[in-house]
T-cell receptor, first 112, second 114 residues
Framework: DTGVSQDPRHKITKRGQNVTFRCDPI?????LYWYRQTLGQGPEFLTY????????KSRLLSDRFSAERPKGSFSTLEIQRTEQGDSAMYLC??????????FGEGSRLTVL | AQSVAQPEDQVNVAEGNPLTVKCTYS??????LFWYVQYPNRGLQFLLK??????LVKGSYGFEAEFNKSQTSFHLKKPSALVSDSALYFC????????????FGQGTTLQVKP
């Protein structure tokens, strides 16, 4: 199954540390999205790429967050100087155009 | 601003009975509406979408949804519930820029009892 894969699935870190998540989208998809989901809430949009271009960023994405998609394939989401409020599930999704998004299983971040 | 509301935190139905999970939306322009399902420890899975055309949309696993423009609703339905349908269901709307930037509701837990 060549679905969307995310790594790591779970990261536990201490406050102030940097963390990086990786997403490998479905290979033929040119759009890639990052969402964040906290317990009891629906996913919230963070940012998206079309090929290697980052086209939109949410106001939720503070300057401690940075996302890249250097060759239009995989993407990374880095969080610097983590805070306890960053604890959440980080979801990656991809699509080939408007409409259905294919989501990965997510990367759960716990900040102690 | 675009928004989606799912008024029920949880819906309980008996297996074999019809189910409805409610969703209302607020958008400017024509809405692109979606339903996704999330099983425990699994990623969100697409169920169905409404872009244009027939108000009754059919999707995966026997689910369907009815778009009602006058009531700004997009309720998810299934004629006969299965225990395996028990999961967390999310309604979502594209923010009308057709970018895939979805605004999700807070989710409704569906519990189907045997």
């Amino acid at each position: 199954d060549t679905g969307v894969s995310q790594d790591p699935r779970h990261k536990i870190t201490k406050r102030g540390q940097n963390v990086t998540f990786r997403c490998d989208p479905i290979s033929e998809h040119n759009r890639l999205y990052w969402y964040r989901q906290t317990l009891g809430q629906g996913p919230e949009f963070l940012t998206y790429f079309q090929n290697e271009a980052q086209l939109e960023k949410s106001r939720l994405l503070s300057d401690r967050f940075s996302a890249e998609r250097p060759k239009g394939s995989f993407s990374t989401l880095e969080i610097q100087r983590t805070e306890q409020g960053d604890s959440a599930m980080y979801l990656c999704a991809s699509s080939s155009g408007p409409g259905e998004l294919f989501f990965g299983e997510g990367s759960r971040l716990t900040v102690l | 601003a675009q928004s989606v509301a799912q008024p029920e935190d949880q819906v309980n139905v008996a297996e074999g009975n019809p189910l409805t999970v409610k969703c209302t939306y607020s958008v400017s322009g024509n809405p692109y509406l979606f339903w996704y399902v999330q099983y425990p420890n699994r990623g969100l899975q697409f169920l169905l979408k409404y872009i244009t055309g027939d108000n009754l949309v059919k999707g995966s696993y026997g689910f369907e949804a009815e778009f009602n423009k006058s009531q700004t609703s997009f309720h998810l339905k299934k004629p006969s519930a299965l225990v395996s349908d028990s999961a967390l269901y999310f309604c979502a709307v594209d923010d009308s820029s057709n970018t895939g930037k979805l605004i999700f509701g807070q989710g409704t837990t569906l519990q189907v009892k045997p």
